[in-house]
Nanobody, 114 residues
């Protein structure tokens, strides 16, 4: 069973950066190489939406609103997934969730406010 835990959220000013981390625990000696991973976000009362997704074969997709500002990456040896977020905007405020091979974490709050 895959378990996922996000960290790295916080309160930042517009224009600042944050890096979210997602640590995955997988059964046996399995690592995340070749698994689909992604970051999603949800505002209070809203739908969970895709932020960035990396398919198992490496293709990456970003939401239009974050292209050029956010970068998804992985460290397969550490079983971690990252989301580097630069030039944050108030509209980026949300709870950010990591998804690995269909398993979701509990989310981490990102608040961008002046």
């Amino acid at each position: 069973q895959v378990q996922v835990a996000e960290s790295g959220g916080g309160l930042v000013l517009p224009g600042e950066s944050l890096r979210l981390s997602c640590h995955c625990t997988l059964p046996g000696t399995t690592n995340i190489y070749g698994l689909g991973v992604g970051w999603y976000r949800q505002v209070s009362g809203g739908k969970r939406e895709l932020v960035a997704e990396m398919a198992g074969w490496g293709d990456i997709e970003y939401a239009d609103s974050v292209k050029g500002r956010f970068t998804i990456s992985t460290d397969n040896r550490k079983n971690e997934v990252y989301l580097q977020m630069n030039n944050l905007k108030q509209d980026d405020t949300a709870v950010y969730f990591c998804k690995v091979h269909g398993a979701w974490g509990q989310g981490t709050q990102v608040t961008v406010s002046a």
